[in-house]
């Protein structure tokens, strides 16, 4: 079998999640690469099925030196990425997120390829300047990390090459479910709070530092890693769907409602202590995000995501309790 999918980063959240719902399409032909280390993400990867696996920088060595031997590729999901919002080393993310896109979007357009690439929300900053996902306003955007600044440098570079108009850009909002233990400090609050549950019975959130919110009442657009992956092989498999996409559900639910949640999905009362937020972040930290996804309805995206309750409950009884990853079901 030749592989015809590539899927960079594909031991991720987001990338196992999207070997998962191919595989349960009947595909199987799949080259997955990702930069496996130490840690458990391979653990990812172990119930799901592909043709081949690469390192990332040995993938990159062989489309350099070796392209003829992936021409059965036809279709690219980018998600390999650095995605620490917390990372500081500038070079490494420009060469990991910018870099390696630039290098790896220039060969698949070359060759017709469809390219999906993941963005971020993180390119909006602060959302005083809107979260409108067209391109006109591309420039006017202000990434309060250098993340967030990495992916919208590529935004930047795709535009002014007139290739958006030939691939998919997505912006993940705040993604969250099974398969992202390996994440540490980068997981969910889901993740981390079932953790905090089981060990003092309480969920710490942030409080706020603007007198214009509530402490917990900070929002954030939601979105259950079945449901953003369902909307990226949607925009994947529509042809005339080209440019930047908002993927969310368009409702922001704040940080108490989703402590809520997962209380209520294990079935005990709420019991939440609030924190003060480091300094370091607090003047990066967005209190309103929400994804308007009107460009995604316009391509034909007609289905309702799950709801907050239901995406914490299934991801809380159906994986966190039992320690099972996709595929595993």
């Known amino acids: 079998m030749s592989p015809s999918i590539l899927v960079t980063g594909g031991a991720g959240l987001i990338g ?11 595909r ?43 021409d059965s590729i ?14 500081t080393d500038t070079g490494y993310l420009m060469e990991n997120n910018f870099g390696y896109t630039k290098r790896l979007a220039q060969w698949a357009l070359q060759r017709g390829i469809r390219f999906v690439y993941a963005s971020s929300a993180a390119t909006y900053g602060d959302g005083t300047r809107g979260m409108d996902d067209g391109s006109d306003k591309l420039e006017s955007f202000r990434p309060l990390n250098a993340y967030g600044y990495s992916k919208h440098l590529f935004d930047l570079h795709a535009r002014r090459n007139g290739w958006l108009d030939r691939m998919v850009g997505i912006k993940y909002f705040n993604v969250f479910g099974p398969n992202e233990g390996h994440k540490g400090e980068m997981r969910s609050l889901v993740s ?38 369902a909307m990226t092989l949607h925009l994947a498999d529509t042809p005339a769907a080209n440019g930047l996409f908002n993927i969310g559900t368009g409702t922001p639910r704040s940080w108490i409602d989703l402590a809520t949640a997962l209380f209520k999905a294990l079935d005990r009362n709420p019991e939440i202590e609030f924190i003060d937020m480091p300094d370091h972040i607090r003047n990066q930290y967005q209190y309103h ?6 460009r995604l309805r ?3 995206w007609n289905t309702t995501p799950t709801s907050l309750e239901d995406s914490v409950g299934d991801y809380v009884r159906n994986y966190l309790v039992p320690g099972k990853h996709l595929g595993e079901e």
């Open 298 to 300: 316009a391509t034909g």
């Open 16 to 26: 196992s999640a999207l070997i998962h719902a191919l595989n349960q399409r009947g």
């Open 192 to 229: 981390k709070a079932y953790e905090q549950i089981l060990e003092t019975g309480k969920v710490r959130l942030f409080r706020s530092h603007r007198p214009d919110y509530r402490d917990g009442e900070q929002v954030r657009d939601f979105v259950y890693v079945k449901d953003a992956v």
């Open 289 to 294: 995000t929400c994804a308007d996804v009107s």
């Open 74 to 87: 036809r279709t690219i999901f980018h998600l390999g990425a650095c995605s620490a919002t917390t990372e």
């Open 28 to 70: 199987e032909d799949i080259l997955v690469t990702d930069v496996l280390g130490k840690d458990a993400k391979w653990k990812n990867l172990s119930p799901l099925r592909f043709d081949d696996y690469m390192q990332a920088d040995a993938f990159l060595d062989r489309l350099e030196c070796e392209p003829e031997s992936l």
